[in-house]
């Protein structure tokens, strides 16, 4: 599962049956217009935060959402949300020396057709091509997809700039790793970094992808925002 994924230092939660729980202002603010199968699964993701929190002996608050669909989390807190058909997550931590997490899940389903195009390139669909007649398994397209959607998360805090599927280059590695390349430099505190790893697996029909990144240990470091 998904906290297999992730160090100790991280509380994860996750859920496959949604709940219905209350949800303050901010959150109520954040679903008005959405549809009930929107606002279900934003509301069971908000429950997995809440119970994270809890383990991290921080308090319950409300957890808005930023004008990109970001989670918007307390001061000292970083983490990252997900959900699809049948699964809902949170991973957040305190420690100071996680500068950011990312999450992400999908169905283990074939992307749509005609999608793979747009989130890989020639030589990533080259290597899912080895992939799929070496190691036979999981649907590689859209585990691909779940791990750039892994990495965008754990940049996106830090940065606060777009990273397209073409400006991460990711790599798939049958035990359960995968590298990215990136076309942009991630700055964390002074080290710039442009290679990441990260970590995937399946569970129970589930394609599970997560990125933890070290935090550079200086007085200035900036952490994950939200």
Avoid at 32 to 51: D, L, N
Avoid at 181 to 188: G, P, T, V
Wanted: aromatic share 6%.
């Amino acid at each position: 599962m998904m906290r297999d994924l992730l160090s100790g230092r991280v509380a994860v939660v996750e859920l496959r049956r949604d709940v219905v729980v209350p949800l303050f202002a901010a959150e109520e603010a954040a679903v008005a217009s959405a549809v009930p199968a929107r606002r279900q699964e934003f509301m069971t993701a908000r429950e997995c935060a809440r119970r994270a929190l809890l383990a991290l002996d921080e308090p319950v608050v409300a957890i808005g959402r930023g004008e990109k669909g970001q989670p918007l989390w307390p001061p000292g807190v970083v983490g990252s949300l997900t959900h699809c058909r049948g699964y809902r997550a949170a991973a957040l931590t305190t420690d100071p020396d996680v500068a950011s997490v990312g999450i992400d899940a999908e169905p283990d389903l074939p992307l749509p057709p005609g999608v793979l195009r747009h989130v890989a390139a020639d030589a990533e669909g080259r290597s899912l091509e080895r992939l799929r007649l070496e190691h036979p398994g999981p649907n590689y397209d859209r585990l691909l997809f779940t791990a750039k959607e892994a990495v965008y998360k754990a940049w996106y805090p830090l940065e606060r700039s777009w990273l397209g599927f073409e400006d991460a280059d990711v790599l798939l590695h049958p035990d359960g790793r995968f590298t990215a390349r990136l076309a942009k430099i991630l700055h964390i505190g002074a080290r710039d970094l442009r290679d990441l790893e990260g970590r995937w697996t399946v569970a129970q029909g589930t394609l599970l992808a997560a990125v933890e990144l070290e935090a550079d240990g200086g007085p200035d470091v900036p952490r994950q925002a939200f």
